[in-house]
């Protein structure tokens, strides 16, 4: 029975990896009808408010008091980098290039990266292999002229900086003190992102008010029944398998996106874009695999769901 675990987890896991590839998708719908932080802080607020009524026992929003003044300091950045860089340049990316080329880039094993800079952890052989593998392959999906490096694509640059934000997000996750339960940070951190994306979106003079029409209300509904549930889900899952394991899993994201994007879009990547997110993907699992200590690993309403 033990034994079983971690092989449910697993299949959680392809469960969790297929939720994040239609990701792209219900941003790449929304954005006809809404604007980027717009779509964003409604699908979140749907998330939580169904979290809220269907796992409660999950939502710990009474003990948010408990949190000091020194961790909402911290949630501030990391809901800034979470959500304003990591969501908003997810949705720009969605709609600007291949959702392919999108999941190929989030692969990007950008958590190391961070633990490198972030806290001086000393990254074995293999991973520092994975590392420089994986920025090879982004060169191959983010260049379009390799005689010129500044010939990037715009939506790989918005895919990248989405990267970047939601991995910041993820890492700085070590800052916080350890005895607060998870569960309770979840649910600041959504309410703290939330008012990040309000504020954004005030101040980037979006519309508060849209056509609901069924077909956006279906999309939204969707989107945030989505998020909650991929949420509750991998809070299940990642706590029965490895660091390893589990980034190698997720990695497989790009394959759902890929099939996802052709059957509804008829989007296929070039070769040299497809080899490119190969070649990431590996890179990505050998920085897993090569990791000496996985990090912790949060469950959110909304950040980890949006792009590994």
Request: hydrophobic content about 55%; overall charge positive.
């Amino acid at each position: 029975m033990v034994a079983d675990v971690p092989r449910r987890a697993i299949f959680l896991l392809f469960i969790v990896t297929l939720g994040y590839a239609c990701f792209g998708v219900i941003a790449r719908e929304l954005a006809r009808e809404l604007a980027v932080f717009q779509q964003t802080y409604l699908r979140t607020i749907i998330a939580f408010g169904l979290a809220t009524i269907f796992f409660r026992s999950w939502v710990s929003i009474l003990e948010l008091k408990k949190i000091s003044p020194r961790d909402y300091a911290i949630l501030l950045l990391r809901t800034f980098m979470g959500y304003l860089f990591g969501v908003g340049f997810f949705v720009l990316a969605a709609t600007t290039t291949h959702l392919a080329n999108v999941s190929f880039i989030c692969a990007l094993p950008l958590t190391a990266a961070w633990s490198i800079l972030l806290f001086g952890e000393r990254p074995s052989a293999v991973s520092v292999v994975g590392l420089l593998t994986s920025t090879v392959g982004l060169a191959l999906v983010t260049l379009q002229d390799f005689t010129n490096i500044l010939s990037v694509g715009r939506g790989e640059v918005y895919a990248f900086l989405s990267a970047l934000g939601f991995s910041f997000a993820l890492v700085s996750r070590r800052y916080h003190r350890t005895e607060i339960d998870d569960r309770t940070l979840s649910a600041a951190f959504v309410l703290v992102g939330t008012g990040w994306l309000l504020l954004a979106s005030f101040v980037a003079g979006e519309p508060l008010t849209f056509h609901a029409d069924a077909r956006l209300l279906g999309v939204l509904l969707f989107g945030g029944a989505l998020v909650a549930l991929i949420s509750w889900i991998q809070s299940i899952a990642f706590r029965n398998v490895s660091g390893a394991i589990s980034g190698s899993v997720l990695t497989t994201e790009a394959i759902f996106a890929l099939g996802i994007a052709w059957a509804l879009y008829g989007e296929l990547p070039s070769a040299q874009h497809v080899i490119g997110g190969l070649v990431i993907v590996v890179g990505a699992v050998l920085a897993a695999l090569g990791q000496r200590r996985a990090g912790p690993r949060i469950p959110t309403l909304s950040l980890e769901t949006e792009c590994s």
